[in-house]
C-alpha cells in the first residue's frame, strides 16, 4: 500500500477535481443540439459608405470575410409621411425600434418623448426572456434612460442587467480636453469585450462615439480616416470576445455593425438632410447565410430590428409586427419595398410589392385609425387575398371612407405595412 503525505494527498484532491470540472465543462460545450443563439449589434457613429469601403479596416474585413457586407439606408421615405432626420439619436433608435420617426417620435438628439408604445429590441427580448440578460456599452447616458428606456413604466418596466454607460458625463475620469472621445470608446470597447467574454448577454448593443466626433471636427481628412482605423481596432476587440465564446461555448453570435447617418458634402462635417450621401449607410455582419434580399437591395437600417428578432427566435405581437418598418436579412422572405397610392377618382388604393419567394398569398387588411400609437390595437378589416407572384392589387375604399389608412400585407414569410394620409388624398 502506498502511503502519501498530506501535502501529495491534496495536490491529489485538487486534481481530481480540476480533472471532474474541465470533463464537465468539455461535455458541456460539446453537448450535441440546439445552440443558445446570441446577439450583438454596434453602431459606429457618422460614418460615410464611401469612407469606410476606402479606409483600412481589418477587423471589420475579417467579419465580412465570414458573412456580408451591404450599402444600405435610413431616413425615412423622402418627402412623405415616415421622413426621419440623418441624426444621431435618431439613426438610433432605427435600429433599437425597427420603425421611422413617425411611429417612434425621436427625430433629435434630445429625444424628448419617445413612443414606447413601439417596443425596442431589448423590451421585445425581455418581453420572451425575463430571466436572461441583456447589455449596453455606451459613452451615452441617454442610449440606455431615454432611448432603451431602462425601468421607466411606459418603456416596460424591464431592467438593462449589464451596463457600462455614461462616461460622456464622466468629466472627473474624462476630462474634456482633445482626444478624449477616442479614451471613452477604449475603454467601453474594453469593458464590452470583458463582459461578452465573462456575462455574455444574449442581446447587447455596443456604442462608439469617436467617428462621428472627428467627423464634426475635421470633415473628410486624415484625422476622420485615422479615426475609423482606431474604431476598427475597437471592434476587433469585441470580435475577438464573440469569436472566444464560439470556440469555448454552445453560442450561435450573430452580429451586426451599422453606422447612424452619412456626412454632408461638400466637406463631410454637417449631416441631418436628405442628401444622397447622409442617408446612404453599410451594414457589416458576420451571418452567412443572408437572403437574397440583402444580397440584391439595399436594405435599410430598420431591418436589422426583425433580423436579429428572427436569430433570437423572439416572438413578436402581431400588433407590433404589423408596424415594423423593416424585412429580416436572416431566413426566407415573401415581399418587400411596398408602394401604395390612393385614386380619388375610382375610390380605390393601387398596392404593389416586390416578390422574393412566390409560394402563397398576401393578405391585405386596411385599417382606418392610428390607435396602436396610442397603446391600443387598431381594428383591422380583412379586405382580399392575392398571389404573391402577383406583385400588386387593387382595394377599394368605397365602404371605408376615411383620411387616413393603414394598409397591411401579410405573405407567408413576413409583412409589410405603408400608410396613406391625409395630404395623399386629394
Same mark, same amino acid.
Given at each position: 500500500m502506498i502511503k502519501l503525505s498530506s501535502c501529495s494527498k491534496l495536490a491529489l484532491i485538487i486534481y481530481?477535481?480540476?480533472?471532474?470540472s474541465c470533463e464537465k465543462k468539455i461535455a458541456q460545450h460539446?453537448?450535441?443540439?440546439?445552440t443558445?443563439?446570441?446577439?450583438?449589434? *454596434?453602431?459606429?457613429?457618422?460614418i460615410s459608405a464611401d469612407?469606410?469601403?476606402?479606409?483600412?479596416?481589418?477587423? *471589420? !474585413?475579417r467579419i465580412i470575410e465570414e458573412g456580408s457586407y451591404s450599402r444600405a439606408w435610413l431616413g425615412g421615405e423622402f418627402g412623405g409621411y415616415s421622413e426621419s432626420p440623418t441624426v444621431s439619436a435618431v439613426g438610433?433608435?432605427?435600429?433599437?425600434?425597427?420603425?421611422?420617426?413617425?411611429?417612434?417620435?425621436?427625430?433629435?438628439?434630445?429625444?424628448?418623448?419617445?413612443?414606447?408604445?413601439?417596443?425596442?429590441?431589448?423590451?421585445?427580448?425581455?418581453?420572451?426572456?425575463?430571466?436572461?440578460?441583456?447589455?449596453?456599452?455606451?459613452?451615452w447616458l441617454d442610449n440606455r434612460t431615454k432611448l432603451v428606456g431602462d425601468e421607466l413604466s411606459e418603456a416596460g418596466g424591464f431592467s438593462v442587467d449589464i451596463h457600462y454607460d455614461g462616461f460622456d458625463t464622466d468629466t472627473l475620469s474624462f476630462p474634456h480636453e482633445p482626444g478624449y472621445v477616442q479614451k471613452i470608446d477604449d475603454h467601453v470597447s474594453t469593458l464590452a469585450a470583458q463582459s461578452i467574454r465573462n456575462d455574455a448577454p444574449y442581446l447587447s448593443w455596443v456604442y462608439l462615439w469617436y467617428t462621428d466626433d472627428t467627423g464634426h471636427n475635421y470633415?473628410?481628412?486624415?484625422?476622420?480616416?485615422?479615426?475609423?482605423?482606431?474604431?476598427?481596432?475597437?471592434?476587433?476587440?469585441?470580435?475577438?470576445?464573440v469569436e472566444y465564446r464560439e470556440e469555448n461555448f454552445n453560442e450561435d453570435w450573430l452580429v451586426v455593425i451599422t453606422t447612424d447617418h452619412g456626412r454632408r458634402l461638400p466637406d463631410g462635417r454637417g449631416h441631418g438632410g436628405h442628401s444622397e450621401r447622409e442617408r446612404t449607410t453599410w451594414i457589416v455582419t458576420n451571418l452567412v447565410d443572408v437572403n437574397s434580399y440583402f444580397e440584391e437591395t439595399k436594405p435599410a437600417a430598420v431591418d436589422i430590428y426583425p433580423t436579429i428578432s428572427r436569430h433570437l427566435e423572439l416572438e413578436i405581437p402581431q400588433s407590433l409586427q404589423w408596424e415594423l418598418d423593416g424585412v429580416p436579412f436572416k431566413g426566407e422572405v415573401s415581399i418587400s419595398d411596398p408602394e401604395v397610392s390612393?385614386?380619388?377618382?375610382?375610390?380605390?388604393? !393601387?398596392?404593389?410589392?416586390?416578390?422574393?419567394?412566390?409560394?402563397?398569398?398576401?393578405? *391585405?387588411?386596411?385599417?382606418?385609425?392610428n390607435e396602436f400609437k396610442m397603446g391600443t390595437d387598431d381594428e383591422y378589416q380583412f379586405i382580399t387575398k392575392v398571389p404573391v407572384?402577383?406583385?400588386?392589387?387593387?382595394?377599394?375604399?368605397?365602404?371605408?371612407?376615411?383620411?387616413?389608412?393603414?394598409?397591411?400585407?401579410?405573405a407567408p414569410h413576413n409583412s409589410l405595412n405603408r400608410w396613406i394620409v391625409e395630404t395623399d388624398i386629394p
Open positions: 481530481l477535481f480540476l480533472l471532474i460539446a453537448a450535441p443540439g440546439h443558445e443563439p446570441k446577439a450583438l449589434f *454596434i453602431v459606429m457613429d457618422g469612407v469606410l469601403e476606402s479606409v483600412e479596416t481589418p477587423n *471589420i !474585413d438610433y433608435n432605427h435600429v433599437l425600434a425597427g420603425v421611422w420617426s413617425n411611429k417612434h417620435n425621436v427625430y433629435n438628439n434630445d429625444i424628448e418623448a419617445p413612443n414606447y408604445n413601439y417596443w425596442n429590441i431589448f423590451r421585445l427580448f425581455k418581453n420572451n426572456n425575463p430571466e436572461k440578460k441583456v447589455a449596453i456599452y455606451s459613452s470633415g473628410d481628412s486624415e484625422e476622420y480616416f485615422e479615426s475609423i482605423r482606431v474604431a476598427d481596432e475597437q471592434v476587433g476587440r469585441v470580435w475577438e470576445a390612393y385614386n380619388p377618382s375610382t375610390q380605390t388604393i !393601387d398596392v404593389k410589392w416586390v416578390t422574393w419567394d412566390e409560394a402563397g398569398d398576401v393578405e *391585405i387588411w386596411l385599417a382606418m385609425t407572384l402577383a406583385g400588386e392589387a387593387t382595394i377599394s375604399t368605397e365602404n371605408y371612407s376615411s383620411d387616413f389608412y393603414k394598409i397591411v400585407l401579410d
